[in-house]
């Protein structure tokens, strides 16, 4: 059991068409971190949230934005889809403490396909 | 921006074989080092992580992994590798002061009984 849970596991969508991508973290974490790994590819950081900000962010476009609840829960979504977003999509999750002992918890993902 | 180069793609070795898997990194300044596992059908899951202190570490499943810091290296190593071992595997760094990881683009590890 990892922990962190993901919805949906897969989803079939559009060019064009918006998604939203759901994580809840582990208990007791306080930080989202959200990846995409494309198809042979290691995962490549999107977003990180703390406090319900975006605390700092890869290189992506806007149309892939965030949210952090107050319950540390977060959501990932992508706008205007494109074939090249199909990914597995990850969350991590981890305690706010931006120390060397802070390690990652990953969920099993998001599977998007853009047809 | 830092980036982390796995030297092998793709890795066939038979069970009982000896296991090396190379990881380098490009940042100059102080890091943490991780390496991940990926098995069929599962999440990532952390294998070992470096923070500080002896460059020799060692994680579960008999794996361990050493760093070097001359080299911006930090390859995994098993003695002896079982057919349960086949899975992906990513090296990932830190920098610190930081949270976020960049990951290399991984090795696909298949142990033959």
């Known amino acids: 059991d990892a922990g962190v849970t993901q919805s949906p596991t897969h989803l079939i969508k559009t060019r064009g068409q918006q998604v939203t991508l759901r994580c809840s973290p582990k208990?007791?974490?306080?930080?989202v971190s959200w990846y995409q790994q494309a198809l042979g590819q290691g995962p490549q950081f999107i977003f990180q949230?703390?406090?319900?900000?975006?605390?700092q962010r890869g290189n992506f476009p806007d149309r892939f934005s965030g949210h952090q609840f107050p319950n540390y829960s977060s959501e990932l979504n992508v706008n205007a889809l494109l074939l090249g977003d199909s990914a597995l999509y990850l969350c991590a999750s981890s305690t706010g403490r931006i120390s060397g002992a802070n390690v990652l918890t990953f969920g099993a993902g998001s599977r998007l396909t853009v047809l | 921006a830092q980036s982390v180069s796995q030297h092998n793609h793709h890795v066939i070795l038979s069970e009982a074989a000896s296991l090396e898997l190379g990881c380098n990194y490009s940042y100059g300044g102080t890091v943490n080092l991780f390496w991940y596992v990926q098995y069929p059908g599962q999440h990532l899951q952390l294998l070992l992580k470096y923070f500080s202190g002896d460059p020799l570490v060692k994680g579960i499943k008999g794996f361990e992994a050493e760093f070097i810091k001359s080299k911006f290296s930090f390859n995994l190593r098993k003695p002896s590798v079982q057919w349960s071992d086949t899975a992906e595997y990513f090296c990932a760094v830190k920098e610190s002061g930081y949270s976020t990881l960049t990951f290399g683009k991984g090795t696909m590890l298949l142990v033959s009984p």
């Open positions: 949230y703390y406090e319900e900000e975006e605390r």
């Open positions: 208990s007791g974490h306080d930080t």
